[in-house]
Every structure is written in C-alpha cells, then in structure tokens.
C-alpha cells in the first residue's frame, strides 16, 4: 500500500503525488526543518532519518501543504491555454516538499507509532483530507485538466501522457470536481470526517494489540511450542519489562505459531479470542461505533458523486469496473471451499477422536489439528521445516532470484553512507547487470512495539524520468520475532511466502520504467497489484531456491529432496481454510459496501450475513469487522479486499505461463513479465498489460488448480477479462 493512498484516500491518490513546486524561497522560510529540504548525499539523496523527530512532522506537513497549494494555484492561473506541460507535468514536478515529509510521517505512523505520532496523526488526518479536496475541488484547475483530457488524442501526446491525463481527470471527476459548490463542501466535511474516524479505528487496534497479551508463567504451559517459538515468547517477555517469563503478544506473528502448536486447549482458546476480539471489547478502544459512522458516510459520499453505493464508487476504474463482477468471481470460489473446509474439519475431527479428546473441532483448534492432520497425512512436520528457514539466507534467496529472473543485483550499504530510522533497519543498493544504479531497497523486518501488524512495501520515493532521471527507494517491512542476539531467525513456510509476497511488491517498484512519477511501480489498480507480489512467492518452493538458501540454522546442509517433495505434496493442503479464512473477508466488506446508508450494526451484520453464507462454524473471519484495518483505517482497501482473490487468478494463470514453457527461470517468459507487468506501472490498463504478457485473457482455471479445487465447465466465469 502507498503512504499516498494511506493518507488521502486512493481517490485523489495520484493527485497529492502531483502538486507544486519547491520554491527555494519556501524552503527558506521554515529553515530548522529537516524535513523540508531535499533530500542529499548518496544515491540521489536519501531520507535524512538521522534528523528526523516527531516535532518535525506536523509543521512539516503545515508547511509542505502551504507550498503545494501556492503552486497548484500558480498551475490554475497561468494565462497561457491549459497543454499537458504547463498543467499536467507541471503538477507531476511540484509537491516535492510535501512529498518527503508525507514519506517520513507515514514511515512515523507504521513503523514508530506512539502517543506523540498518534497525536499528530489525530490533528492532521483531517487537515490532509481538506487539502487534497482543496486540490480536487479548484475549478481552474479542473477546468485545464479537462481541456488536456479532452484533446488528448488530437494534440500529438504520447500514450503514456495520455493515460497519465485519463487518470487525472477521472480521478478529480471521481472525487466531486464537477460538483456544485454546496456539494463540495458537504463532500470535504464528509472526508475530514472520514479522515478522524480511520485514525482513530487504527489506533484502536494498535492498541489492543499493544496493551493485551499473554504471559505464561510456567513451563508446563508452553507444552507443545517449538524451541523457536519458545525463544520468541521469552524475548518478547524481556522486551516488555518480564524477564523469566513467556509473552505472547496480540499480534498475528505471535499469535498463529501459538495456535499452531501449544497443547494448551484452554490457553489457545484465550490467546484466539484476545486476538480475534482486537478492537471489540467495549471501552475506549471498541471500534463497533467508528464503524458504523464510516460506512453512513461512505454511503452518502457515494450517493454525492452520484454513485450507487460506495463499493461501485470504489471499484470504477479497477479491473473488475464493478461489485458484481468481484462477487461473481468470490461466489465461484467460496462454495467449493466451503465444501472443502467441512472434508478438513471431518480429518481433524478423526484425528481428535482417536486421541480420545473428547472435543468437538472449534475455531482455536484449527491450526493445532490441521497440523497433525498434516503429519498423518503428507508425513510433514512444518517444525520439521523451520530450522531450514534462516531469514538473512532466505533474504540471499530472494536476492538470487531477483537477479535471475529480473536482472537486479543486490548489495548492501555502507551503514554510515545512509541513515536509518531504527537500528534494525538495513539498506542495500540495487543495480542493473551493467552496474547502473537502480534503486534503493530498505528492509525493517522485526516486530517492535509501535510498529503495526503484518507485512507491508512502501515506496519512499516513485521512479521517473519526465524531468531528470530518479531513481526509486523502496522498502519492505514485516513482523518477524527477533531471535536471541546472534541466533539466526527461523520463519514459518507461511512467513517465507510473504517475505517473497513484498518482495514483489519491491520488485515491481524497482523495475518500474516509466516517464510520470503518478504512473510509476506499484501505483496500480488496487485489483492488480497483487498480482506481481503473489506471483513471486512461487519462487520460493523452486529447487534452484530451496537447494542453495533453504540450509539447515546448525548443520548448514541444504533441505533434503525428501522434505522438498513433502511439500511439494502438501501444496494444496489447508486450501479450504485458507480461501474461506480470506474470502469470508472479502465478502463481508463488499456486501457491507453495498449495503447502501442504513444505520449497520457490524456484530450483527457479520453473524447474520456469514450465517447466511453457510460461514463454517470452525473458522473465523481473517479480520473480523471491528480490526478490519485494510477496509476502516483508509479507503484503500474498502470493497477492495476481493482484489487478493482477483489479482491471483491473474497468479495462478501467469505461472502457467512459466511451467508451459522452461519452467520457473524461463528467460523469455521473464523477459515479457518484466516488459508488461514489471516495468509498466499504471501507463496503460492492466488487462491490455496482461494480455501483452500472456497473449490471453486469464480465466478461473488456473487459480481453482492451484487451490485444489474442481475446475468448472469453460463457460464459467472468465474471471479477470477486462473488457
Ligand atoms: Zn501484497
């Protein structure tokens, strides 16, 4: 996810990007600001993370936002006739100063959030809400951007400049530029609004993550952890002031290995309702409230811009264009998952009953069974796994593929050239294979407090060429516990996945190959851009990966082929819980996104809408409503949570693509991904990239081989066809 499109909501995502000039006079005027000046040294200049502080942010934005609008009022008053260099390369150079603060305040916000950040958040959410409907709601510079848009075919633009217009002015239109001047103003108090709610709702459940936890106390109560999950528990434990103890943190990496393993039925039970209960407990931090508020006021935003809900409101220049074409494509899915997840529950419930546990499956159990279901059946032992799983050589593994398959060579950085918001945090500079500089990637893998949950990229600075040459920085962050100092860090197969998974997401950065920076990377369709991030993580399982980086943590020795293959086997394994744990997420958020301007209570909602779903009763939503952070602590995921689904029938399709032709490290295959996928970003539509890249349209069969479910008849759902 952009910090853009994190702050402004994805609608005017693209505009902020796109505004204003620093003017050195501006500069000068706030000169004790680190924040405000550009950035230097190395590599094009780099953040200056050394002098960063929280003090810093909110007058930074103050000021950054100040210039920004003085530009942007600069671009709406020029007396020339409105062309694409004086108002849409114009807004694409500006905002420069706003830029690098926003990157900083977000970088504050994820990864060092605290009372102080969580106090400037709270004051300048709203504000930046107002500034960017400033920006939307500026009639003369709609008005140029319109005349851009309407001429673009006839006044000799490239495609590039004229997708770059096409996206503009849908996305002013999208955001009330044509609205009468009543309307806007209802718009911009509708999303200040908005702005508060989704600071608050993330606070909330950043804060029942932080405050609740479980400490064990005796070691009879860790029966059944892994050594690794053990060490973790204490570290954590120390961390938090309880050395001697054991912590399991509300975190989802504390969390499932916990669920997974521990024989503690009582224990597992309290550790999944803290962890599915975040943000549901009554109190200061009870998100039920926020929640209904959001979903009025998206209602009414939506009916303004004359939509009919927010979720086609949301969804209009995705690829699906709208909510029924995401439904069709989840509604294909979810009833042979279903079907699967009761066959998963029938072999968990043998294997508990010829222990003679006396129990009937539950959601706490579902990991713990599925796991030994896994053992009976594939002989696999996911601990078995893990002490292959080294994150720094993993690392190296994703480093050898990006070489192979996309020609990026990783090395790292001189700790004392770059600075660093946090000592966990390393750099390392990215080439092409004839030593150009590319990028830059930072990695901040570990869990800290203050840091959110899960695993996300984020692009501190776009690629572009409009106007010089800019070179892209990019990072990735994850949740990893920390080992012992100097104990290697042993990840879950699943863990290994998503580190491939944002890898992706860096990868499509680095690779980016564009003029505009509002076309650059990542800054695609939200149903799009999960698709290169899930595509990467088929590396992993490759031999060329697991032979040379997959090295036993003691005895170095690479994975043996017997385990390899055990994998391999066990590939499809857990697909029903997996698709329905995710899908009866995508569906609740669309359906609430379509549920149009009544009042909704989000407990009853989702009881009643997954009861009539035919919702296993021994599974739980992946992210219950009220800690649905991708749907309520911004607009970028609302009734976008489908696009994981969406994106991977485009994964499952295009590693077909591979294994058709000379498998994994195919070099024309790469050659085209990185040409039409890869290095494309948001210069033309998606599905015209894709079909550029796989000489057809995906359909449905691909993913439901993948997941291991029956492949419809051909006349199913040709699920990711744009047009
Ligand atoms: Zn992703």
């Known amino acids: 996810m952009s910090l853009k499109t994190l702050i402004t909501g994805a609608a005017v995502a693209a505009s902020l990007a796109t505004v204003a000039t620093v003017g050195a006079a501006d500069t000068a005027a706030v000169p004790a600001n680190p924040l405000l000046v550009p950035w230097s040294g190395p590599y094009g200049g780099v953040p200056a993370f050394d002098k960063a502080k929280v003090e810093y942010l909110k007058p930074g934005l103050e000021a950054g936002m100040a210039e920004a609008l003085a530009e942007i009022d600069r671009i709406a008053a020029n007396p020339e006739a409105p062309t694409f260099e004086n ?12 830029d690098r603060v926003i990157t900083v305040y977000g970088i504050y916000s994820s990864t060092l959030n605290d009372e102080a950040v969580q106090a400037v958040e709270r004051e300048m959410a709203p504000k930046l809400a107002a500034f960017s409907d400033q920006i939307t709601q500026n009639e003369a510079l709609f008005k140029r951007i319109a005349a851009v848009y309407e001429t673009r075919e006839t006044s000799g633009l490239t495609p590039e400049q004229q997708r770059l217009a096409w996206l503009q002015y849908t996305n002013f239109v999208r955001a009330g530029a044509r609205l009468d001047a009543q309307a806007k103003q209802q718009l911009s108090v509708i999303n200040q609004r908005l702005a508060g709610l989704y600071t608050k709702f993330g606070q909330n459940v950043l804060a029942d993550e932080n405050d609740q936890q479980l400490v064990i106390e005796t070691e009879a109560d860790l029966a059944g952890l892994p050594g690794t999950v053990r060490a973790g528990a204490a570290q954590v434990a120390e961390s938090r002031g309880q050395k001697g103890r054991w912590v399991i943190a509300n975190t989802r990496s504390s969390v499932e290995p916990f669920l997974t393993y521990s024989d503690r039925r009582e224990l597992r039970e309290k550790v999944w309702r803290m962890f599915v209960n975040r943000g549901d407990n009554g109190g200061a931090t009870d998100n039920n409230a926020i929640i209904t508020e959001i979903l009025q006021l998206r209602a009414e935003r ?13 969804l209009e220049n995705s690829m699906a264009k709208n909510p029924a074409r995401a439904m069709e494509l989840m509604e294909a899915v979810w009833t042979p998952a279903v079907a699967r997840v009761h066959e998963e529950v ?22 713990y069974y599925a796991e030994k279901v896994r053992k009976a059946r594939y002989d696999l032992d996911e601990t078995e796994i893990t002490p292959y799983l080294q994150l720094e050589n993993l690392r190296e593994g994703m480093f050898y593929m990006a070489q192979q398959v996309f020609g990026l060579h990783f090395k790292p950085v001189d700790p004392a050239k770059v600075p660093v918001y946090h000592p966990d945090v390393r750099v390392w500079e990215v080439n092409d294979p004839k030593g150009n500089l590319v990028g830059l990637w930072y990695f901040d893998p570990y869990a800290r407090k ?4 899960g695993a996300w990229m984020n692009a501190y600075r776009p690629q572009e060429r409009f106007d010089g040459d800019v070179k892209t920085i990019v990072s990735n962050n994850s949740n990893f516990v920390k080992g012992s100092p100097g104990e290697p860090v042993l990840i879950s197969w699943k863990d290994a996945e998503t580190l491939f998974h944002e890898f992706g997401h860096a990868l499509h950065g680095l690779s980016s190959n564009v003029n505009y920076p509002s076309l650059a990377g990542t800054r695609v369709a939200r149903d799009y851009v999960e698709f290169p991030s899930q595509l990467l993580e088929h590396w992993l399982s490759t031999p060329e ?5 997959a090295l036993h943590y ?14 391999r086997n066990a590939d499809r394994f857990n697909q029903g819980f997996d698709t329905v744990e995710y899908l009866s997420s995508a569906l609740i958020d669309m359906k609430l996104h379509l549920a149009g301007a009544q009042p909704i209570d ?30 309520f602590s911004g607009d970028g995921y609302s009734a976008g949570y489908y696009s994981y689904l969406w994106s991977d029938t485009l ?9 058709e032709a000379g498998g994994p490290w195919d070099k024309t295959v790469a050659k085209r991904l990185r040409d039409h996928v890869f290095s494309v970003g948001n210069t033309l539509d998606p599905a015209d990239g894709y079909r550029a890249f796989r000489g057809r349209d995906a359909g449905i069969a691909a993913l439901m081989r993948k997941r291991g479910f029956p492949v419809p008849p051909a006349a199913a759902p040709a699920a990711a066809k744009s047009k």
């Open 302 to 314: 939506a009916k303004l811009l004359g939509y009919e809900t927010h979720a086609h409101w949301r």
């Open 602 to 631: 989000p407990d009853k909602f989702e009881r009643e809408t997954l009861a009539a779903l035919g919702m296993p009763s021994e599974i739980v939503m992946r992210h219950r409503t009220p800690q649905f952070n991708h749907v």
């Open 450 to 453: 203050g840091k959110r949950s």
């Open 651 to 659: 994964t499952a399709d295009a590693w077909e693509a591979f294994t």
């Open 554 to 567: 003691q005895t170095g020795k690479p994975i043996p082929q017997s385990l390899v293959d055990k994998i």
């Open 346 to 367: 029938a072999d968990m419930q043998a294997i508990a009953d010829k222990e003679g546990a006396g129990i009937r499956i539950e959601p706490w159990d579902y990991r």
């Open 545 to 549: 990966i697991l032979d040379r980086y």
């Open 87 to 98: 108002t849409l390369a114009a807004m694409e150079r500006g905002g420069r100063m706003l």
